[in-house]
């Protein structure tokens, strides 16, 4: 620790000495007989270094938490070593290069945080080897290449966060077997091909966006069987087709979001039956028809975005309660008035 002392502060100032007694230095954690470094935390500690590949060498630690810094530099090969670490933890900083493929070898594993960074390259498919893993955060990087269906394999997997990078190719239907999941993110990218219904399967999920992407094809209507679902966006995608009813059996559901697609047909009545909906962006389609009166039923509705469709008759007088300039595009009068 004393020799990666300045490498990992930079201009900032660590209180770490031989001097000083090693439970007293900043962010370190001592346990055990023999005592033995089980965690390093410094988060939001204005850190300007890189991350050391000294710190490979603690070999009892649990926690690694660096994230809200500054460093810069790429991720040490070295962190591979670190068998016993559980959380590991780099988000918010500069880090640039790859993502080492010898972080599959930490078993252990339980929350793997690299997001906003600078991180480029694939996502190596040795992280499916991480069997306690169940928070993966690589969002908001330059990650490149396709999604490795590998990651399937992570059953205990609670949160994947793989928007803002630059990942192409399918969204792998193995990402279906991910029972335990409750927020797939994978928005700001430029994947391609068609949503898996697979993913309807994700009994767990709570929020599901892909948002900004390329994706064609149609909505699978099993997404209907997603009953924990408080969060659908599916917006600026090339999606086709109509809206599959089954969506209004999804009843916790708050926001749905399917703006900016090749979308046809009518709204279905069904939606009329989310009553948590407080938001509905169905704006930049081609739907047709008329607007169900069932909507005028949706009372926490707060947002309601018609525009750019080819929609007739009139807006339900229920919907009277929603920001008037939420329907000024769409040129519909209020029935009754």
Known sequence: LLQARDTLAGSAALNWSGDRA????DGITVSGLPLRVTALVLPERNLSGIVPPELGSLSNLKELSLHFNQLSGSIPSQLGSLTQLKALGLSDNRLSGTIPPQLGALTQLELLGLSENQLSGPIPPQLASLPSLEVLNLFENQLSGTIPPQLGLLAQLEVLGLSGNQL?????????ALTQLELLGLSHNQLSGTIPPQLGALAQLEL??????????????????????????????????TIPPQLGSLAQLEVLSLSRNQLSGPIPSQLGSLARLSRLWLHDNQLSGSIPQELGALTDLEELSLAGNALIGCIPPGLRHVPTNDFAESGLPFCGS
């Not at 090693?22 to 230095?25: E, H, K, L, P, V």
């Not at 192409?168 to 279906?176: C, E, K």
């Not at 900004?212 to 999606?239: C, F, V, Y």
């Open 168 to 176: 192409s190719g399918p969204v792998p239907p193995q990402l279906g």
């Open 208 to 241: 599901l966006g892909i948002s900004e992407n390329q994706l064609s094809g149609t909505i699978p209507p099993q997404l209907g069987s997603l009953t924990q679902l408080k969060a659908l966006g599916l917006n600026d995608n090339r999606l086709s087709g």
């Open 22 to 25: 090693i439970a007293d230095w």
